[in-house]
């Protein structure tokens, strides 16, 4: 009973900390509060501190949950091309933030550092020998980069700290450090998690194992690269930049994964359900392509909404300009292609199309209700498109990806549906972007990653000999490679989340956002809409509030602004570019 006491006492002691008002950059109460001096003394220990950052909404999923407090979070495309929101327009998009009003989803506070450093500062006390809590430790690792990156997208140099600093510490009044060296200690981090973590591939869901590690650096390390590549010259240029060496990391990274055998694309060897499928099954512990998920449990008072989310879309929709990223079946694109049917009626668009695009975006025949009554499709709901509509979307274009149609798993609150954190498709992206930005990626590259998801869903493969020019290409500037890896890369991780993060490290913005807005289907082939059209037809549902389209600044809007409060106290946290 005292060691369980001592274990209460510190969450609750985390709790009042957690849930304390912002003070100034890094002056919160002491974290020894935390526990009597007894506790990190046992691996157990560890594992119960390290439990809050599994359940504290850090681990970026494609849905999110209840517990999240939001319908929609982290893992949707809605602030990129992908996707978007008529009711909430987002504002980055729009160049309306001010830096009262930027509303960054990620805190300035320090909170999350100061807490995983606590962990640093005292994980030692530990009598054990240390592989009794190696696990731990690499888990530690691993969160310290999570935390950091997401504080790295979101403002760019950010003060590094491996410890707790005191209340007159001089790093609480020193300069940021720049990106690349946050990189580079994220980078660490993860390699130190990959030594110290669980090399199996474990049941991916109750703890982080070596391989989660490995694919989180690719991320990280593509990220930095193509940054430092494409924002060369700009306001958010990066002194002493070396893409290559971060570009090198992932494929060095990739490939340690793509060698271990433990992953692969899951498939059935069914193209038309097999990637839409994925997302939809109740138990990922024995897939091979998920390495990490969450599982709920309503039993347990963990519970998710995915359906929900999905069945009311509140004004949500994808674009027209995903839709027409979809390959023919020929492996062509759709610009001059006789398999190209047509915008007349949505049908008519997914003919002869990669399958993923009717595995993403609800067909008018494909399910909506399974139960002991038989099969509705999805035809009955197109009929009519509102912000307000169950069901539709603002621009016909409703999200399938993640929704399944079995009643019986369907609670409009509360089910069981798991939400996926990684999976090995991104590894297989990851290494053929790295490749490519490299300039040295070959056939055999694109035939061991590029080629599996395509395998899935029948598609032919990527030859780089004879690769059709499109005259749609989002980035004509750049070889016909790159173009479609990112167009394979937007296709196969669509609303999964990584659309504006993408946009942010390819500084794509003046070509994707600005001046532009989102279009939907034809609007003819709906009974009755809300929204207007434009000249050609096409739902166009920001035509009247944006009749210039987007205005996102680019010498601004990339990272978000550092709270005013912050440079008030600390003068040497100079403010991001053009705010």
């Known amino acids: 009973m005292k060691h369980y006491k001592i274990i209460i006492g510190g969450f609750i002691a985390l709790s009042a900390i957690f849930s304390s008002c912002q003070k100034d950059l890094l002056e919160k109460y002491p974290l020894d509060q935390v526990s009597s001096a007894d506790f990190f003394k046992q691996p157990n220990d560890m594992k119960v501190y390290l439990n809050q950052f599994y359940n504290g909404g850090l681990l970026p999923c494609e849905y999110s949950e209840l517990l999240g407090g939001s319908y929609r979070g982290g893992g949707d495309d809605l602030n990129s091309d992908n996707e978007f929101d008529v009711i909430h327009p987002n504002e980055r998009l729009a160049g309306t933030r001010t830096v009262n009003n930027a509303g960054s989803p990620v805190n300035w506070g320090f909170d999350e550092v100061r807490s995983i450093n606590y962990f640093f500062d005292n994980y030692k006390k530990c009598t054990a020998p240390l592989k009794d809590y190696q696990q731990y430790l690499g888990e530690a690792h691993f969160f310290r980069a999570l935390i950091y990156f997401q504080l790295l997208q979101t403002y760019g140099d950010v003060p590094w700290l491996s410890t707790v600093p005191g209340t007159d510490s001089p790093v609480l009044f ?53 940054w430092e590549k494409y924002h060369a010259g700009d306001p958010f240029g990066v002194s002493g930049a070396q893409p290559a060496k971060y570009l090198n990391k992932v494929v060095e990274s990739a490939t340690t994964i793509m060698n271990s055998g433990l992953f692969d694309i899951y498939s059935t060897g069914n193209p038309t359900s097999d990637y839409g499928d994925l997302f939809i099954q109740r138990d990922y512990s024995t897939n091979k392509e998920v390495l990490f998920w969450k599982k709920f449990s309503v039993a347990l008072n963990i519970a998710n909404n995915k359906n929900y989310a999905q069945e009311y879309p509140g004004g949500k929709g994808s674009t ?10 020929n492996g062509k694109p759709i610009s001059g292609n006789s398999l190209f049917a047509g915008y007349d009626s949505i049908t008519n668009e997914m ?18 209700k399974i139960d002991d009554s038989g099969t509705t499709t999805w035809r009955t709901v197109y009929n009519q498109l509102s912000s307000a509509s169950q069901y539709n979307a ?50 055999s590259d694109i035939d061991k990653s590029i080629k599996k998801l395509r395998d899935r869903v029948g598609m032919p493969n990527l030859n780089l000999a004879t690769i059709t ?20 890369r937007r296709i196969e991780l669509a609303l999964e989340g990584f659309r504006w993060p993408d946009i942010a490290r390819w500084a794509a913005a003046d070509e994707l956002i600005l001046g532009k807005r989102p279009l939907g289907f034809k609007g003819s082939q709906i009974t ?14 920001f035509k009247t509030k944006y009749p210039n389209g987007y205005g996102f600044v680019l010498n601004r809007d990339y990272l978000d602004p550092l709270p005013e409060s912050e440079i008030v106290l600390n003068p040497k946290l100079v403010q991001n570019p053009g705010w």
């Open 528 to 541: 009755s809409t809300t929204f207007p059209s434009n000249a050609n037809g096409f739902l166009d549902p």
């Open 320 to 329: 027209k300009g995903l839709a027409d990223s979809y390959l023919c079946t």
């Open 469 to 488: 020019t499109d005259p749609l290409w989002d980035f004509p500037a750049l070889s016909p490679t790159i173009n479609e890896i990112r167009r394979e």
């Open 351 to 368: 003919k002869n199309r990669d399958p993923r695009f009717y595995q993403t975006i609800f067909s008018p025949d494909a399910p909506w």
């Open 174 to 226: 020193a300069p940021r450090t720049p990106r690349n060296i946050v990189a580079d200690n994220m980078i660490a981090d993860l390699d130190s998690a990959a030594l110290y973590l669980s090399d199996g591939k474990t049941n991916g869901y109750s703890r982080i194992n070596k391989w989660i590690s490995l694919l989180f650096q690719t991320r990280i390390a593509l990220y930095e690269g193509t």
């Open 394 to 443: 603002p621009c016909g274009y409703t999200q399938r990806k993640g929704y399944d149609p079995l009643m019986s798993n369907h609670d409009l609150n509360y089910e069981e549906t798991p939400s996926i954190y990684f999976r090995y498709a991104e590894v297989l992206l990851n290494f053929a972007e790295a490749k490519a930005e490299l300039g040295n990626i070959t056939q």
